[in-house]
């Protein structure tokens, strides 16, 4: 039959502690009216338990992050479908301007030459208005 185990001896553990640590511990138990060995126990089992916190919120950042990237590559995505789309109608518009200012050239019956004439001043390339004349 095995032998009971007998925790008392077992379980001890001589720690050297930093200076000044000995004396942090002894008023934090003292203000958590434990002993110094609960007040050590109650940190080390706090320690575990914010370890696992720690490690489900970064589980959850981890989720979080990649649902992001997700979401970030469709939107990325619908932009350059949408700035695609602005451009094709940009250019459409100026084929589709072409195409009617073609179609109107056409179907106005003076010789091209003589638009010119037609065209105001102001519209013509190198048009400098006047400057009024100021009094001396």
């Known amino acids: 039959m095995p032998e009971e185990r007998k925790p008392q001896a077992e379980d001890k553990y001589i720690i050297r502690f930093p200076d000044g640590m000995r004396d942090r511990l002894k008023d934090a ?3 958590n009216n434990r002993t110094l060995n609960a007040e050590i126990v109650a940190r080390l089992e706090r320690s575990f338990t914010a370890d696992k916190e720690v490690e489900q919120i970064a589980f959850e950042s981890g989720f979080e992050t990649s649902m992001l990237r997700e979401d970030v590559a469709r939107l990325t995505a619908l932009l350059q479908k949408a700035n695609e789309s602005k451009a ?12 009617v200012a073609t179609r109107l050239l056409k179907m106005i019956p003076i010789p091209l030459e003589n638009l010119d004439r037609l065209t105001p001043d102001y519209a013509k390339p190198g048009f400098k208005r006047a400057n009024p004349s100021k009094s001396e």
């Open 29 to 31: 138990a003292k203000a």
């Open 88 to 99: 094709n109608q940009s250019q459409n518009t100026d084929e589709i301007a072409d195409k």
